[in-house]
């Protein structure tokens, strides 16, 4: 099945975009105790009211079989209508990184591909190659984790489209940045099953509110929360798989640049 190249192109055009915006950013400074962002503020409202079910369309990647027609979240109420449009278009970015993986790994019925996404964190993943629950053969390389990793996406894909696993929350949080790099995007906790996973994640709306952070750096904020519900650990920092796939994701694939410090990406990461 040949890829349709369009949508490939209009999203790489983003996430450029957004990285132009992420690049014009000066660097914070360090701000005293006082001036940190304050601890998450508890939703108001009564459980039962909080959350509106958002469904997500899944491609269909060929070589892939028995996929669900959609993904549901259960996103908190306390999001505005725009911001759920961002959570929306963080999540379908991250289906189509997947669904470009599987397409490019499968080459065509040979299942022997190297997909970029593979190919870039080969590059650049030494560290924490490993999810928690994996039992296999050892992993030995970053190709290897970003094939298991992409697998595990699959498998979370399925038990939340067929409801195996619980409810998939997105949770509202909002932390203004005060210009200090500790910041909030999206968390989420890493698991340690490898079935019937809930992508539970918690959002800061403040940030979904920034004009300057675009999509491509949403989309790799929410693919990091996904690698930890895939069962990869931080630390969130250079050489660590659970750190540079994303980072591959936000640069389009492409090498690293010396305008474009990995902390720039990194500090969207929870
Ligand atoms: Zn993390």
């Known amino acids: 099945m040949p890829i349709n190249i369009q949508p490939i192109l209009s999203l790489m055009q983003s996430i ?20 940190l962002p304050p601890s998450f503020i508890a939703p108001p409202i009564a459980e039962g009211l909080l959350y509106t079910e958002m ?7 060929p070589g892939v079989t ?4 959609n993904v549901y979240f259960d996103v908190s109420n306390l999001f505005t209508a725009a911001q759920k449009q961002r959570i929306r278009d963080s999540i379908s ?9 599987m397409s490019q790994k499968w080459n065509g019925g040979a299942n022997n591909g190297l997909s970029q996404m593979a190919a870039c964190s080969n590059t650049y993943s030494t560290k924490n ?15 290897k984790a970003t094939e298991v990793a992409m697998d595990q996406f699959t498998q979370i894909i399925k038990d ?23 910041i909030t995007t999206m968390r989420a906790n890493t698991a340690s099953t490898q079935t019937k996973v809930p992508v539970n994640v918690l ?25 930890h519900r895939a069962g990869f650990f931080d630390p969130k920092t250079t050489s660590y798989f659970i750190s ?27």
């Open 16 to 35: 450029l975009q957004s990285l132009r915006q992420v690049n014009n950013l000066l660097p914070p400074s360090i701000l005293p105790p006082s001036l």
């Open 55 to 61: 469904a997500i369309p899944v491609p269909q990647p």
């Open 66 to 69: 028995g996929l669900p027609p």
């Open 93 to 101: 970015g991250v289906l189509f990184n997947w669904t470009l993986h």
């Open 129 to 143: 190659l490993r999810p928690i629950w994996y039992q296999g053969v050892t992993i030995t390389n970053g190709r």
């Open 160 to 182: 939340n489209g067929f409801r195996k696993s619980s409810r998939a929350r997105i949770d509202w949080t909002y932390i203004p940045n005060a210009g200090s790099f500790i």
């Open 203 to 227: 959002i800061n709306a403040y940030q979904l509110d920034q004009p300057s952070i675009g999509v491509g750096v949403l989309i790799g904020s929410m693919f990091h929360a996904w690698l």
């Open 244 to 270: 540079e796939c994303p980072m591959c994701i936000m640069r389009g694939y492409g090498p690293k640049l010396p305008s474009m410090p990995d902390n720039l990406f990194y500090q969207f990461f929870d």
